[in-house]
Nanobody
Framework: QVQLVESGGGLVQSGGSLRLSCVASGSFYGLYLMGWYRQAPGKQRELVAYMTSDGIINYDDSVKGRFTISRDNAKNTVYLQMNSLKPEDTADYYC????????????WGKGTLVTVSS
């Protein structure tokens, strides 16, 4: 099992920055994929970015050039640096992970709220 705990959310003005962190713990050898999703009020959960252990990175088009995902595999931690934040980035941000490329199971954190004021 993998437990994920996010931190770093908060209230920021439009144009500001935040850095989210997600720490994984539990019984696992390694995590192939770690990523971030978000869910705004009344909307479906959507992918923000993910990063694999072999360096594959993917961003949603809405955050390209503004957000940067990174990992510290030794600390089982994934980060999301968010710059030039916009009110439409307001959402609950969730960390997720899967253990191998073949894993069907995804693990999720409980989320951290990001609010961007205009």
């Amino acid at each position: 099992q993998v437990q994920l705990v996010e931190s770093g959310g908060g209230l920021v003005q439009s144009g500001g920055s935040l850095r989210l962190s997600c720490v994984a713990s539990g019984s696992f050898y390694g995590l192939y994929l770690m990523g971030w999703y978000r869910q705004a009020p009344g909307k479906q959960r959507e992918l923000v970015a993910y990063m694999t252990s072999d360096g594959i990175i993917n961003y949603d088009d809405s955050v390209k050039g503004r957000f940067t995902i990174s990992r510290d595999n030794a600390k089982n931690t994934v980060y999301l640096q968010m710059n030039s934040l916009k009110p439409e980035d307001t959402a609950d941000y969730y960390c997720n992970a899967k253990q191998t490329i073949f894993s069907a199971m995804l693990f999720w954190g409980k989320g951290t709220l990001v609010t961007v004021s205009s």
